[in-house]
Each structure stands twice: as structure tokens, then as C-alpha cells.
């Protein structure tokens, strides 16, 4: 079933699917089956990068500079690309972190390699506005757009120290400089009273030669402006004509520059002539497309509407002939249980029937046998009476007149039958006539010895296990 997506306030959906040519961006949306939808977020992320790139003069040095890129919001084709090719993956995923730094070092390194590293480094703005605009114009591809960007101060390679001996060779020459300084001033205060000493003889001198040379010097300065002023008129013109020439020079690149912008405008203008021919041309197919779709769905859809009338009058006609014939089978159905019932209800009739009867024929069997019982107690009483009232006499009468005693007998016989017990018969001799032993306390361990030798020969003749030496031999059997 269908349902409603809604993206966040940094988020958009891409759809894709069913019914949709290759993209479909949108911040809400009902997503049908045969459908897939994406939310990616909008945000931008913060990429921090250590770029290490080589100088014209071939020193290298490392650039430090973090980036704050994410998707073009207010550009339809740029959020496409994006979707297509960055939004598959997590914005924080090496994936997309390699990509982005691959393009800053690429263009960083490029834009370095043509400047030298004084040019770096008294120019960080414009060196950072043109990588700023190089790597902008590298991730329009991917619909990525530089927010921000902010290049760090330039750091040394390990084993390449030159800003650290740059900042050494300032120091050592402020150094210098003061050093200089303090010469010059003891220098200035050594050599300050001789010249005041002499300041009063020159000047007495120097107004005598003065008036000397006053009137020579007046003569002098007259040929001097005059030759001075056919100087500066010479020099002059030298420079009008270099301005001229150089300003020829500019106007002959100007031109050309403006005929390459104007074939290059032609060129343009005729691709993009050709670029829209081909693109109305696609549009003209693709409604051909649509017509024939349409047209082709219309003529399949009445053919499938009749097909479909007639199924359902065929499928009416079987439902109504399986109805009759279930409303049939129902009826035999219901007159069949119906005679089982009434089958049924005689069977039981029949044997409540049958046990009626048998509970009859138990309850005059047990009539019976009480009656049995009362005549037999009745003839024990008699009996009893007749004996007198011996219990004994009476049980040993009822044995006899069973034939118990001869029951007896017979499985006593059956139980002997096929035994050979040995009996084994032993006299020790004794003296009867010895009183003393008679009367004694040994008498009891005597008759304790008395009895060992026919035990020991009973369990030898029966298991055949002779007693331990210590206690006695057993004589040998009389050989017959």
C-alpha cells in the first residue's frame, strides 16, 4: 500500500521506481509500490585537510585548511547529482572524504606548482581565492558547493625548515640592525664636538670661496638650464613613444582576445543550437512514445474489458450451476443423515434392549448366589452346631470333605520328587562316664570341637571347599 513521506527541514526525498523517469527529489511525497525512497540529509560538513604541495622554486610545504562543503540547495540539476552520486553514501565516510580532499589536493598542488612560495606567502588571500574558486569548479560535478573555507597559516615539511630560517634570518637582522644603531650613535657623539670646532673655520672659508665662486656659478647655471631643458624635451618624447608602442601592444592583444571570446561565442551558440535541436527532437519522440502508449493502452484496456464482461458471465453461470447442484447434494446430504439418524436410534433402542436383558440375567445371578451363600451359611451353622461349637473341627471337616489334605499331600510329593539329599550321620565316641568333664566349664567348648568336623565335611561335600590348614585336616575318604 501507499504511503506518506515527509523529509525534515534539512532533508530531501529521492524517489525512484515505478512511474518515475530516473530521479524524483521532493520534500514530501506519497510513495506507491514498486517504489523506493531515500531521505539525505542537506547539511553541510566540515572537512579539515593537511594539503602538502611543492612551490615553483620546488620547496615543499604543507597548507593546512578546513572546508565546509555540502549540496547546492537552490540548483534542481546540482541537488540530482548529488542524490546520484554522493547521497548513496554517509556524508562522514572515508569514501567521500577521500573524494573531497583528492580534489582540493589536486587543484592546490596545481595552483602552487606556479607560484613561488614568496608569492604564497605575501599573497595567502588571492591564493586562497583562486583554490577557493579551482576546487568549486571541480565539485560542480557533484553538486557540492563550498560554504566556507579557511586556509591556515603555511607549516614547514619535516627536513624542509624554510619559514623557521626565514623567521631566524628576521631576527638576526633586526639584531644587527640595532647592533648598527648603537655604533653609530658613539660614533655620532665621538665625532660631534670636532665638528662644531671645525663647523666655525669652514664657514668662515666657505663664505670666502662663496664670493668667489658666485659669479663663475652664475654663468655656469644659465648653460646648465639649457642643456637640462633639451634633455628633459628628448626624454619626453622617448617616453610618449613607449607609451604609444605599449599601448599598441595592449590593443593588439585586447583584439585578439576579443576574436578568440567571439569564435568561442559562435562555437557555443552552435552546439547549443544543436544540443536543443537534439533535445526538441527527443521530446518530439518521446510524445510519439506516449501517443502510441496511449493508444495502445486504450485498445487494451476495451479488450480487456471484454474479456473481463464475459468471464464474469461464465463465472456467474458456473457459480449458479455449482450452487444448484451444492443446494442438491445438501438436500441427498440431509435425507441421508436423517436415515442414519433413525438407523441410529434403533441401534441404541436395540441395545438398551440387549443390556436390559443382560442386567436381568445379573441381577438373578447375583439373587442366586446370595440365596447360594445364605443356604451355605445356613448348613455351616448346622455343622458348627453339630460340633459343638469347635472352630477347629469344623475347619479340618470342611478340608477332609475337600479334599484339601490330599491336595496337600500331592504337591509335597511334587516337590521332593527328583531330589537325593545326603544325610550324614556323626558320633564323636564320647565318654559318658567321665563326670568331671560332665560337670565341667569345658564341656561347652568340647561340644563346640565336637561339632566343627561334620560341619567342615558337610560344606566340603556340598560347595567342596576344604578349611585353612591352620585349623585342621580333614582325613581322606575310605577307598571302597
Known amino acids: 500500500m501507499a504511503f506518506y513521506k515527509v523529509a525534515g527541514a534539512s532533508e530531501y526525498l529521492a524517489i525512484t521506481g515505478y512511474n518515475v523517469r530516473d530521479i524524483k527529489?521532493?520534500?514530501?511525497?506519497?510513495?506507491f509500490p514498486g517504489q523506493r525512497c531515500t531521505i539525505f540529509d542537506m547539511s553541510p560538513v566540515n572537512y579539515t585537510f593537511e594539503v602538502q604541495a611543492m612551490s615553483a622554486e620546488k620547496l615543499p610545504f604543507i597548507l593546512p585548511a578546513v572546508f565546509t562543503v555540502g549540496p547546492r540547495a537552490d540548483d534542481t540539476d546540482s541537488l540530482l547529482r548529488y542524490a546520484k552520486l554522493i547521497s548513496p553514501h554517509d556524508k562522514l565516510s572515508n569514501h567521500v572524504k577521500e573524494l573531497v580532499q583528492g580534489v582540493i589536493e589536486g587543484e592546490t598542488r596545481v595552483l602552487a606548482a606556479s607560484m613561488t612560495m614568496e608569492e604564497i606567502f605575501r599573497g595567502t588571500k588571492s591564493f586562497k581565492q583562486e583554490v577557493f574558486e579551482k576546487v568549486q569548479l571541480e565539485l560542480n560535478q557533484f553538486g557540492l558547493i563550498i560554504y566556507n573555507a579557511n586556509v591556515k597559516q603555511l607549516v614547514d615539511v619535516p627536513g624542509h625548515e624554510y619559514f623557521s630560517y626565514l623567521g631566524q634570518k628576521t631576527q638576526q637582522e633586526a639584531a644587527n640592525q640595532a647592533k648598527v644603531d648603537v655604533a653609530e650613535a658613539r660614533m655620532k657623539g665621538e665625532i660631534g664636538s670636532k665638528e662644531r670646532d671645525g663647523h666655525t673655520k669652514q664657514n668662515a672659508a666657505k663664505i670666502d670661496?662663496?664670493?668667489k665662486i658666485y659669479s663663475t656659478q652664475r654663468d655656469?647655471?644659465?648653460?646648465?638650464a639649457e642643456a637640462k631643458v633639451k634633455a628633459e624635451v628628448k626624454i619626453f618624447e622617448n617616453k610618449r613613444e613607449a607609451e604609444v608602442?605599449?599601448?599598441n601592444a595592449e590593443l593588439a592583444m585586447k583584439k585578439a582576445e576579443w576574436q578568440r571570446q567571439a569564435k568561442v561565442a559562435e562555437v557555443e551558440a552552435a552546439k547549443a543550437v544543436a544540443i536543443r535541436d537534439a533535445e526538441l527532437q527527443m521530446e518530439v519522440e518521446r510524445r510519439n512514445a506516449l501517443r502510441e502508449t496511449e493508444k495502445l493502452k486504450a485498445e487494451l484496456l476495451s479488450k480487456a474489458l471484454v474479456d473481463y464482461e464475459m468471464k464474469v458471465q461464465e463465472a456467474n453461470w458456473e457459480l449458479y450451476k455449482r450452487q444448484r447442484a451444492a443446494e442438491g447434494l445438501l438436500y441427498e446430504q440431509e435425507k441421508l443423515a436423517e436415515g442414519q439418524k433413525a438407523v441410529a436410534e434403533a441401534a441404541r433402542f436395540?441395545?438398551?434392549?440387549?443390556?436390559?436383558?443382560e442386567l436381568y440375567a445379573k441381577k438373578k445371578e447375583a439373587e442366586g448366589l446370595v440365596a447360594l451363600a445364605q443356604a451355605q451359611k445356613q448348613y455351616l451353622s448346622a455343622l458348627l452346631e453339630a460340633l459343638g461349637g469347635d472352630y477347629a473341627a469344623l475347619r479340618d471337616y470342611l478340608m477332609i470333605n475337600s479334599g484339601m489334605y490330599q491336595d496337600i499331600a500331592r504337591l509335597n510329593a511334587e516337590a521332593?520328587?527328583?531330589?537325593?539329599p545326603k544325610i550324614s550321620v556323626w558320633t564323636n565316641g564320647g565318654n559318658s562316664g567321665d563326670a568331671a568333664a560332665d560337670g565341667g566349664a569345658m564341656k561347652e567348648v568340647a561340644g563346640v570341637y565336637k561339632m566343627l568336623p561334620p560341619l567342615f565335611k558337610t560344606v566340603h561335600e556340598q560347595t567342596g571347599m576344604l578349611p585353612p590348614a591352620w585349623m585342621g585336616k580333614m582325613a581322606e575318604p575310605p577307598v571302597v
Request: glycine residues 12%; hydrophobic residues 40%.
Open 245 to 247: 608602442a605599449e599601448a
Open 350 to 357: 436395540a441395545r438398551q434392549q440387549e443390556a436390559e436383558g
Open 209 to 211: 670661496a662663496e664670493t
Open 416 to 420: 521332593v520328587r527328583g531330589l537325593q
Open 25 to 31: 527529489l521532493a520534500k514530501k511525497a506519497f510513495v
Open 220 to 224: 655656469g647655471e644659465g648653460k646648465k
